[in-house]
């Protein structure tokens, strides 16, 4: 199941659990010329990469809702 598939009070449940329990949140952002210029799924997986390792201490897994993180 993704997370498109979950319902609307399901996915703020989830969303409410993540945050209460994080030890840390990172945020990772690729701008417009990085996604024309690497496409759509690279740019989002350089973000990812851009917000994970902002998190200390380095998470033991990631909750990832669509692609596969690097």
């Keep these: 199941m ?6 609307p009070s399901l996915r ?3 969303s409410r659990i993540s945050t ?3 030890i840390g949140i990172g945020v990772g952002l ?3 010329q990085t ?3 690497k496409g759509i799924a690279k740019a989002t997986r350089l973000a ?3 917000a994970v390792d902002q998190l200390n201490p380095s998470p033991d897994f990631l909750l990832v ?3 596969a993180y690097p």
């Design 35 to 37: 996604i024309d210029s």
């Design 48 to 50: 990812m990469k851009k």
């Design 20 to 22: 209460e329990v994080a």
């Design 12 to 14: 703020e449940t989830l």
């Design 30 to 32: 690729s701008d417009a």
């Design 2 to 7: 993704t997370a498109k598939q979950l319902s």
């Design 65 to 67: 809702d669509y692609l």
